[in-house]
């Protein structure tokens, strides 16, 4: 088993196709199946089933695949001569919607002036494509919100955060300072899109409460959010420190949910097999 198998191996399940996989690497389709089957023959499992002349990914070749990325990943790294040992070279950061927003600009500013020679580059998204990204050496570290799916992903938490629910200021709650999970269930919701970590937590709230979470208007923004809201459209559920200049500003309503907890954490991930160099672990002692 070689560095050549694993990149071969990495590629057809990036395609889903021996064809494919053999025209982006400039190499024949034989000795690309070739290359599989030794594989599988060498470790003695099925990494592949073939069906309807599609390739479907076993659960062996998914456990492998973790692997096969991490190991052509740290590889290129090496290639390209990481220099973050002498505090210098380039830290590919993650961060979901909320902290890229709020947190993530100071610390990297913040990091910037002890450390000028390091280069950061930084990737804001929803939680679950950061830690796709975590999980693939497609980004180095990354500070996340809510829940870690992987069991491949290292996490240690940093901050404490809380969800708020907002209401415009013509609307029937806004008079109230606090609301139960009951008095919502029938409101429009104006809500993040899935796979986001808030979404994630509100969903498991309101399945707790034998509520079903229908939203009527949904987006990747939280500004476009927040004027939905301010607009009359629904009710939303966004953390604090998203909406405290709008709330401030009289633009919305603040109220407490009654009867269940909106707290959560904010933590750092990276993959369990990842080398964390010094600079790394600087920035990561910065956000603690």
Known sequence: M????????VKVCETGSVTLAGEELFIAQPSVSLAISELESYYGTKFFDRIARRLQITESGKFFLQYA??????FDEMEKGLKNIDATGTIRIGSSVTIGNYLLPGYIKAFREIYP????EAVVDNSDRIEEHVLKNRLDFALVEGTVHSEYITHKKF???DLVVICGNAHR?????????QELAGEDLVLR???SAGRETLEGIFSSFGFEMKPSFESISTQAIVKAVAAGLGVSFLPYLLVKEDIDAGKIRMLRLKGAAFERCFRIIHHRNKFITPGMQAFMDLCK
């Open 159 to 161: 901050m404490d955060d």
């Open 2 to 9: 070689t560095l050549r198998h694993l990149r071969i191996f």
């Open 117 to 120: 020679d390091i280069r950061i």
């Open 69 to 74: 990325n991490h190991i052509t990943a740290l």
């Open 193 to 195: 899109e899935r796979g």
């Open 173 to 181: 709650l806004a008079d109230k300072n606090d609301v139960t999970p």
